[in-house]
C-alpha cells in the first residue's frame, strides 16, 4: 500500500462532522453510513497533537484507527509537557514528509521528529520566549519561527542547526523596563499588573500573558518566505488587537497592523498579498 502524509488532523473537528451526519435525513447523509471506515485501506497517515497528554497520536485515514503515540518531548526527559501545533518540514514550500515539528507550552521548547522512526531526534528551549503557543516554517525549511503567548515575543529557530538564532521583542518597550519577575507554571516570565478588560488571563499569579502589552499566539508565514506574521490577541485601550509583520530576510519587526478584538488564527492567502485574520471577540 502506498501511503502518504498529509497536515494536522483534528480528531474532535472529524468526529463532530460525523455526528452531524449521523443525524441528518439526507440521502447523501445515509449513503455516508453505509461506508465502512473500519475496513478501509488506509492511504494517508494524520497527526494530532495530544495537549498535557504530551503525545502525537497518528492515526490511519480514512479509518482513523490509532497507529502509534509519540511522546517527543519525554524522550528527552520532559515529564509535563503541553503539545499544541504539529508542523511538517518543508520543500519548495510543500509538505515533504521528512520531518514533524510541534511545540511544548509549558517548556518552551520545540522537537523535530523523524517521519522514517516516528521519534524524538532533537528538542530545543527558548532561553527567554515564554508559552510557546504556536510555530510557522519558513517555506525553504530555514527558519522555525514560534510565538511566546506570556513575554510578546517571536523566537526564531534555525531548522537545521536546531538552535535558537533570535527572540524579537513586539511588545511595549517601556513598559518591559518596568518588568519584574513572576512565576508562574510556565516559569519564570517578566510580571506587570497591566489591566486588560475582559480579556485578561491569569496564570495563577501576578503574571499573566498581557503583562508586557503583548500576546502574541498564532503565526503563518508567506509561500515566497519573505514574512512572517503573528496574531497578538493583547486588546489595546481602543478595544482592537494587532497582527505583526516580521520581515524574514532581516529578523526583524517591520510593521504592526490594528486588526479587530483578540485574533484567533491567521491565514495567508495563495498570492502572499493578503492576511487574513479571525478575531474572537469582535466577529471581524
Known amino acids: 500500500m502506498k501511503t502518504k502524509i498529509i497536515g494536522t488532523i483534528f ?9 452531524f451526519l449521523l443525524s441528518g435525513k439526507s440521502e447523501k447523509a445515509s449513503k455516508k453510513l453505509n461506508y465502512n471506515f473500519a475496513a478501509a485501506k488506509d492511504e494517508y497517515y494524520g497527526f494530532s497533537a495530544g495537549g498535557v497528554s504530551g503525545r ?16 517527543p518531548f519525554r524522550d528527552f526527559g520532559y515529564l509535563n509537557t503541553d503539545l499544541h501545533e504539529p508542523v511538517f518540514s ?6 515533504d514528509g521528512r520531518k514533524l515539528y510541534v511545540n511544548d507550552k509549558i517548556n518552551n521548547a520545540v522537537a523535530e521528529i523523524d517521519l522514517k522512526t516516528f521519534r524524538a531526534t532533537r528538542v530545543v528551549e527558548l532561553p527567554t520566549v515564554k508559552g510557546a503557543h504556536h510555530i510557522a516554517v519558513t517555506p525553504d525549511n530555514r527558519y522555525i519561527f514560534t510565538t511566546g ?13 536546531f538552535k535558537v538564532i533570535k527572540e524579537i521583542f513586539v511588545g511595549d ?14 516559569g519564570a516570565i517578566p510580571a506587570l499588573s497591566v489591566g486588560d478588560g475582559d480579556h485578561k488571563h491569569e496564570q495563577g499569579t501576578q503574571a499573566s500573558c498581557i503583562d508586557l502589552n503583548s500576546a502574541t499566539d498564532y503565526i503563518a508565514a508567506s509561500p515566497k518566505g519573505n514574512y512572517v506574521v503573528a496574531t497578538d490577541r ?17 529578523l526583524e519587526l517591520v510593521k504592526t497592523i490594528k486588526v479587530g478584538m483578540a485574533p484567533h488564527g491567521v491565514d495567508i492567502s495563495p498570492d502572499g498579498k493578503y492576511a487574513l485574520v479571525s478575531d474572537k471577540l469582535s466577529g471581524t
Open 56 to 71: 502525537i497520536n497518528v492515526m490511519g485515514l480514512p479509518s482513523m484507527r490509532l497507529l502509534k503515540t509519540i511522546e
Open 173 to 186: 518597550k517601556e513598559l518591559r523596563k518596568k518588568a519584574v519577575i513572576g512565576q508562574n507554571r510556565f
Open 90 to 95: 518543508v520543500t519548495n514550500g510543500k509538505p
Open 234 to 250: 493583547y486588546k489595546y485601550p481602543d478595544g482592537t488587537s494587532r497582527l505583526h509583520v516580521i520581515d524574514v530576510e532581516k
Open 149 to 161: 503567548e506570556f513575554s510578546g515575543q517571536i523566537g526564531v529557530i534555525d531548522a537545521d542547526t
Open 11 to 19: 480528531v474532535l473537528a472529524v468526529l463532530a462532522g460525523g455526528i
